[in-house]
């Protein structure tokens, strides 16, 4: 196994992932299900397939889910009634610990080899119309409010195609087209080297991976359980969860290009170049 890397370049840009790293949707979307098991006279969610299923498409986690709680009800109709529990309920979400202050520090942050500003934006698997609904509320509207409209990629942005939603890496790619379409002429673009991807999912760290960008992995107490034994190979993007093939861009084990952190406050700036400006 070769060394893990450590001649990194500065970090010029954080993208970040919003559901279940800067908001409390993840903790939303499970009192809603829960809400809908007791109605049908099921099990509530247990934390391991909650973890399963946290960041992962739709299209995959329906059939997991539906699988498992064995629902009188078919597998759409759940999902209708689930869907306007959760639109029901996404206004009451709030920031997660520490997110507001490492927005607000990083939007006044500097390269500390170069001077130059640390650039933000936000790649979100989450649909415009409960985007608007999540971030309703003052807190998590003043929250999002440090991206840039023209920063902030959704789920149903027309340039991330369909289907290649995370684990694949084109959200974090198109994060990047939108940063680099506002450097001047004459400056060098950033590369994707040159960015720090913050991920809860599983899936969202494989996808910020294969964009070639380094990784801090803050998940959720129970995916950080549930993957404990695995966390190599999470950091990697090797966990195998959803087979997209294209296999050379995933990284390798212990390769220096992704970490775990506990909490949004645990970030180490210095680590990374950065400069936090008092």
Not at 100 to 120: F, P, Q, T, W, Y
Not at 165 to 182: E, M, R, T
Not at 196 to 217: H, P, Q
Request: glycine share 6%; proline share 6%; net charge negative.
């Amino acid at each position: 196994m070769a060394p893990p890397e450590t001649d990194f370049p500065a970090i010029r840009a954080c993208i970040f992932d919003m559901d279940g790293l800067l908001i409390n949707t993840e903790d939303i979307i499970t009192l809603c299900i829960n809400q809908l098991l007791e109605k049908y006279g099921r099990p509530s969610f247990t934390s391991s397939i909650r973890a399963q299923l946290m960041g992962v498409p739709d299209s995959t986690n329906g059939d997991v889910f539906h699988n498992w709680a064995k629902l009188p009800i078919s597998r759409e109709q759940f999902a209708r009634e689930a869907s306007k529990q959760m639109q029901l309920h996404f206004p009451d979400c709030t920031p997660l610990p520490g997110a507001e202050k490492l927005l607000s520090n990083l939007s006044r942050a500097h390269i500390a080899s170069s001077g130059d500003r640390v650039e933000l934006a936000l790649a979100s698997s989450t649909k415009s119309h409960s985007y608007e609904l999540k971030v309703s509320s003052p807190e998590t509207k003043q929250l999002l409010n440090f991206f840039q409209s023209d920063r902030r990629v959704l789920g149903d942005d027309p340039r991330v195609r369909q289907g290649r939603g995370k684990p694949a890496p084109d959200i974090y790619l198109v994060a990047l087209q939108s940063l680099n379409s506002a450097v001047k002429s004459g400056e060098r673009p950033i590369m994707p080297n040159e960015c720090l991807v913050f991920e809860d999912s599983v899936a969202g760290v494989e996808a910020g991976r294969r964009a070639g960008m380094r990784v801090v992995w803050v998940p959720h107490p129970d995916v950080a359980i549930e993957y404990q034994e695995r966390q190599k190979d999470v950091l990697a993007g090797r966990t195998g969860t959803i087979e997209l093939g294209d296999e050379w861009q995933l990284g390798d084990i212990d390769d220096g290009w992704a970490e775990s952190i506990p909490s949004l406050d645990d970030f180490d700036y210095q680590k990374y170049g950065i400069d936090v400006l008092s």
